[in-house]
DNA sequence: CGTTGGCACTCACACCGCGAGAGTGCTAAC
DNA sequence: GTTAGCACTCTCGCGGTGTGAGTGCCAACG
């Protein structure tokens, strides 16, 4: 399917407009806008030829036309125009990644807010799991007699404590001891193989001791299934409302709802390499409740066994061009901030000034 | 103000019907009814008193009553039946509440779900900000050569960890020279004190060190930040459209945005003493954004310094009675659960089986 | 005097038919 | 190949109408 050049600027008149009103567009309405020099009538021609291509389609005769997800496809694949970020977008995203972040989940929740912000559609933000990790060590700090922290490293990256209140008074002895069972019986093992370690490693441990083994052991479990699962965070699912597709309550909740169980965002196609964005437009989706909803998705490198990818939903008319951009550049933002901090979660500081402008290249920059 | 004992009961009766369906009732449904013995032409006049009174309103001429916000305040001061729980729902509260809960923020989410979930309206629970807060006491344990963790306390309570990748070499002679630094110069004072130490602090340090003790100084802040401002977070907004009161997004999405930035939960009224609940009917809210919807907030005793309150949403017509001792029942399992970790936020198990009857009562139970 | 049945009255709401307007497809002329 | 004109189609908004629910009032009853 090769379009001619007139058929391709009518196609993308048509979306760039339907976007904008999601009204339908007619013949008269383009001819009026300028950049086509042709009359109303060579467009009505030209659009019904667009029609029986499958690119467009009206909602009743008489009407004007709407695109259909194939003319999307099309319009993201060939026609879209790169949409430049303006000045002020890069510096506010900037500025959200400067801030210094401590935690994983916090960093993919701000973002997701970000990204929901900035595109004016619902986001999300979500860590692949990481499904082999272990704990590599612990440590144990003493606070004041019976108190104490209990501090347990996962994989190398994360790194949770657990202030424990203990009836027993605690020596430093006997948190030298605790750090050596620990340390030899419970690192490297998987999630699964923890509670057979526990229940041999209480039976060594004497009364008391045996209640703060299971309550550390406890909490490493605990780490060690909130790491196998991502737990994605729906943002600005309010903004739906704004688009007169979702006026319908049903269908927005019904998106809504997909996307806020924990275990779906994880399904939608994401692009292998980081700093690609894979659009999926109405149909092209697997789950039902998105039929008639596109998803722009970016993944963002950082690091080796670890993905993340920031998403957005919104009407199959959305707008492909900004939303891409603006996708495209945080998710390098935050493939940078991910993978500066080592293989972790916790970085020093964040990209300033300077760095950033290596991210930004050396086009020009058009304000919207 | 005091009502006849028929006026009580028809007044009863069109409240519990028209917070079942959301429909003007007539006389000669109530009539219908069957626990009214007289007829409708009774009920009429009755009918015509109470509106006199204020408690009920007509729409237009021609339509059966509707409560007034003054009528659902006699019928919750008065007139409301106790709703008792149901085993079922109490098992599941006690399920939530053994779980293991590691910080403060996950378990005010996880309590915010429960309590949407469980009374079908928008929920939130929020910790009230411990402003004078400092932190107490700091730690750095090496991890490998370039790597440490800073560990940062902050007061008796709360403990959060940052893992710090560093460009040098740290030895442990380092780490001890950093923890001597920070536990004498940054402990105990506020927040904003915080920058003009940091600023002494880092002259005083050479070189490569300087950037560290900016990061662990950030951290803290950042901390302190935190802290100061409880941040509540909406749970279950979606279900607000299953009422048709909301049917209007315009109205929904105005409550939801209202509750969800984070400053104004906490300005609404909270009961003072643990364990009560407040009901705010209508326009008896001060926020104008909640001028036609209810509020139910529960608070709890949950240690000397810190308030924890939980809250409930939805349309005047709400069922106060069932949403009234839900939350009454998760507000004391929560501070059952809080006060038992000590003053922190770390806890050593969760309530039990045993434990928990006590908070049940003993009084016969009836399902739904 | 409280209670009841009857009756006229009043609205909201759903339904219908109509005209206006927008947009199309087709055709004939350029 | 492009354009103007024209007849046609269909949606949408508008005013009118009728139905039904519910009321208020009144007269009669115990």
Redesign the interface.
């Known amino acids: 399917m090769e379009l001619d050049e007139r058929k391709k600027e009518i196609l993308r008149a048509a979306i760039d407009s339907y976007v904008d009103t999601a009204e339908p567009v007619g013949s008269k309405f383009l001819a009026s806008g300028g950049s086509l020099r042709v009359s109303a009538a060579t467009i009505r021609s030209e659009m019904a030829e667009l029609e029986s291509l499958g690119l467009l389609e009206q909602p009743h005769t008489s009407a004007g036309r709407v695109p259909t997800p194939a003319g999307y496809r099309v319009y993201v694949n060939e026609l879209m125009r790169e949409h430049k970020l303006s000045l002020a977008d890069m510096e506010t995203v900037n500025r959200a990644m400067r801030k210094?972040i401590?935690e994983l989940d916090k960093l993919l929740d701000d973002t997701g807010r970000l990204v929901s912000n900035l595109t004016s559609y619902p986001a999300y933000a979500a860590a692949s799991p990481r499904g082999g990790a272990t704990i590599s060590?612990y440590?144990f700090?003493g606070?004041d007699n019976n108190t104490f922290?209990a501090?347990v490293?996962l994989g190398g990256?994360?790194?949770?404590?657990?202030?424990?209140?203990s009836t027993a008074p605690v020596s430093p002895a006997f948190l030298t001891r605790l750090s050596a069972l620990f340390n030899a019986s419970f690192t490297g093992i998987a999630e699964d193989a923890m509670t057979a370690t526990l229940i041999s490693a209480t039976e060594r441990a004497a009364g008391d001791s045996a209640?703060i083994v299971a309550?550390v052991a406890?909490?490493s479990i605990?780490m060690l299934m909130e790491a196998k699962q991502m737990q994605p965070r729906l943002s600005g699912?309010?903004s739906l409302?704004d688009y007169p597709e979702y006026?319908d309550?049903g269908k927005a909740?019904r998106v809504?709802?997909y996307l806020?169980d924990e275990r779906n965002p994880a399904k939608l196609p994401a692009p292998a390499r980081g700093g690609d964005v894979k659009i999926t437009i109405g149909p092209e989706n697997l789950a039902e409740e998105l039929r008639d909803s596109s998803v722009v998705v970016a993944s963002c490198d950082a690091g080796a066994d670890i993905r993340v990818m920031v998403g957005v939903v919104g009407p199959t008319r959305m707008d492909y061009s900004k939303v891409t951009s603006r996708l495209e550049y945080i998710a390098r933002a935050l493939g940078w901030l991910l993978s500066q901090?080592?293989e972790?979660?916790?970085l020093?500081?964040g990209p300033d000034e300077g760095q950033m402008d290596v991210l930004e290249g050396d086009e020009d920059f058009e304000r919207n």
């Open positions: 210094r401590s060590r440590d700090i606070v922290i501090l490293m990256e994360t790194v949770k404590n657990k202030l424990i209140h209640g309550v406890g909490f605990e699912a309010l409302f006026r309550i909740r809504i709802r806020s901090g080592g972790g979660n916790l020093l500081g």
